[in-house]
């Protein structure tokens, strides 16, 4: 095989890897329209589909089912760029106190893009035992996340290891959820900036006994 055979299958293989990337896009954002428009009860894989101008073979393809869009939706929303540039920092963080403020900054970002993204398609679909086992299998997976950064608090923290990894796990879920963040941002009107500073600072002050 020649050079330009060569160049060209590999611009060929790029080709269509970027068209893939732009179709699932557009499944993801019509999806995502479709989902706060309606409820997620009351779309079907058809419907996303014929909004989005691709066969629904096309779709299944990409995403197997309803429930497997739905879960494309809400990683993208959770999980996105600023959420990806953060969790590597913690990835190589080390210093107890530095560890919590990027937990807390993980917080932040997971819960506003929550509140940005799919608060209104979660206002609509409250009763949906579709996002409701979304929801529960990604409370599985924060729970998991903050596995690693707990281990390092109790292996260099006399307070977080007198508490044992059980208990400061789950110091760690509970101050970090959604509802600590419902009941302050969303209820009693902090910013989100304030949010986060306050959330550090009891987490410090929780898990390495300072004032």
């Known amino acids: 095989m020649n050079d330009n055979s060569k160049t060209r299958r590999r611009y060929d293989a790029r080709l269509r890897s ?40 096309t779709v299944y393809a990409l995403f197997q089912s309803k429930i497997g869009i739905l879960r494309a939706v809400v990683d993208r929303s959770f999980f996105g760029p600023r959420y990806a540039e953060i969790a590597k920092q913690a990835e190589n963080a080390r210093d107890p106190e530095e560890i919590l403020r990027i937990t807390a900054s993980i917080s932040r970002v997971i819960l506003d893009a929550e509140r940005e993204e799919i608060g209104l398609m979660r206002g609509v679909s409250a009763l949906s035992p579709e996002l409701k086992a979304i929801e529960t299998e990604l409370e599985t997976v924060r729970f998991k996340l903050q596995e690693a950064r707990a281990n390092l608090l109790v292996a260099s923290v006399t307070v977080a290891r007198q508490l044992g990894l059980a208990r400061v796990r789950d110091i760690l879920w509970m101050y970090t959820g959604r509802d600590v963040y419902r009941m302050l941002v969303l209820e009693r009107g902090w910013s989100s900036d304030e949010y986060e500073s306050w959330l550090a600072e009891t987490l410090i002050k929780t898990l390495m006994g300072r004032d």
Not at 27 to 39: N, P, Q, S
């Open 18 to 57: 970027e068209r893939a990337s732009g179709t699932r896009q557009r499944i993801l954002d019509v999806a995502k329209e479709l989902f706060t428009a309606r409820g997620v009860e009351k779309v079907t894989t058809n419907d996303i589909s014929s909004a989005a101008g691709v066969s629904a073979p």
